[in-house]
C-alpha cells in the first residue's frame, strides 16, 4: 500500500485521482484549502481497498505543507507518492493585470509546488524511494495567449520538474510531470480567482478553450496520468489531443505559437466585453 500524499484534491483532477488511488489500494492523504476535502476523503474511504484521509492546508504556506509531510512520515513511516496538483488559472490581457493576479498564480501554482517539493524530497531521498508528481499543463509546453501568468508559472514547473528528475534519479526518487490538455473542471468557469479585482475586460474563460479544444472530464485522463507514473515517464501528456499539439509544436515552434496567438486574440476582440 503506497502512502501518497495529493494536493488540490477536493475537486477535479485531483479528487479524480485520488478516487482511483484509492481504488487501487493507496493510502492517500488528501490536501486541499477547502475544508470539503474532509466530507470528500471521508466518502472516498468508504469505498476501499486503499484509505483517504483529509488535511485541510494551503499550498501557499510552506509549513503548513511541511506540517502534512511530517506527519504522513510520522504516521507511515514513508511517503512513497507526492502529487503536487493545486493549481490557479490566471488570465486576462497583461496590461490589465494586477500584481496581485501575477502573485496568485506565481504563489499556487509555482511556489505550492516548490513547498512540496521541499517538503517531500528530502525525506524520499533519506528513505531512498519516491515519486514526486508535479501537475504543469499542455500551456507549460506551447503558448497561452491571454493566460501569460498562467503560462509562465505552467513553464516553470516543467523546468523544475525535468531538472530535479535528472538530480533525484541518482537518490532513487523519481520525478514526472503531468501536462493535460484542457480538462473540464471548475477552473476553467472561475477564470480567476473571485477575491481578486475585477479586469476591465472580461473573458468568458470556457468560451475562449473552447474555441479550439473541448475539455474533457478530469476521470478520462486520470488513466493515462497512472500509466505515465507507472512508466516513469518524465513528461506525461494528456488526453491524445496533447500529445497531438507537442507533437505540432515540436516540428513547427513558430508557426503554431503564431496561429494560437491570432485565433486567440481573434475570438477576444469579438467575445470581450467592457464592465461599467
Do not use: F
Not at 514513508?78 to 500584481?99: C, K, M, P
Not at 498564480?105 to 524511494?129: R, S
Request: proline residues 6%; contains cysteine.
Amino acid at each position: 500500500m503506497r502512502s501518497v500524499v495529493l494536493t488540490g484534491a477536493a475537486g477535479g483532477i485531483g479528487q479524480a485521482l485520488a478516487s482511483a488511488m484509492v481504488a487501487r489500494g493507496d493510502r492517500v492523504v488528501m490536501v486541499d484549502i477547502a475544508p470539503d476535502v474532509q466530507d470528500i476523503a471521508a466518502q472516498l474511504a468508504t469505498t476501499g481497498p486503499g484509505t483517504a484521509k483529509a488535511a485541510v492546508a494551503d499550498v501557499r504556506d510552506s509549513a503548513a505543507v511541511q506540517a502534512v509531510i511530517d506527519r504522513v512520515v510520522a504516521d507511515v513511516g514513508r511517503v512513497d507518492v507526492l502529487v503536487n496538483n493545486a493549481g490557479v488559472l490566471v488570465t486576462g490581457y497583461t496590461d490589465e493585470l494586477t500584481l496581485g493576479h501575477w502573485q496568485r498564480a506565481v504563489d499556487v501554482n509555482l511556489n505550492g509546488v516548490i513547498h512540496g517539493v521541499h517538503a517531500a524530497y528530502p525525506a524520499m531521498a533519506a528513505q531512498g524511494h519516491g515519486h514526486i508528481v508535479n501537475m504543469s499543463a499542455l500551456g507549460g509546453l506551447t503558448p497561452v495567449t491571454l493566460g501569460v501568468p498562467y503560462a509562465t508559472t505552467a513553464h516553470a514547473v516543467v523546468g523544475l520538474s525535468l531538472s530535479l528528475r535528472g538530480e533525484a534519479a541518482a537518490r532513487g526518487v523519481q520525478v514526472s510531470v503531468v501536462c493535460p490538455a484542457v480538462v473540464d473542471t471548475p477552473m476553467i468557469d472561475a477564470a480567476n480567482p473571485p477575491d481578486l479585482p475585477a479586469l476591465p475586460t472580461r473573458l468568458p474563460a470556457r468560451q475562449a478553450i473552447e474555441r479550439r479544444h473541448r475539455p474533457v472530464p478530469a476521470a478520462a485522463v486520470v488513466q493515462d496520468i497512472l500509466t505515465g507514473m507507472d512508466r516513469d515517464q518524465a513528461i506525461i501528456l494528456t488526453p491524445r489531443s496533447a500529445r497531438t499539439t507537442w507533437a505540432a509544436m515540436q516540428r513547427a515552434p513558430l508557426v503554431l505559437a503564431s496561429q494560437l496567438a491570432k485565433d486567440t486574440l481573434r475570438w477576444a476582440r469579438r467575445a470581450a466585453t467592457t464592465q461599467p
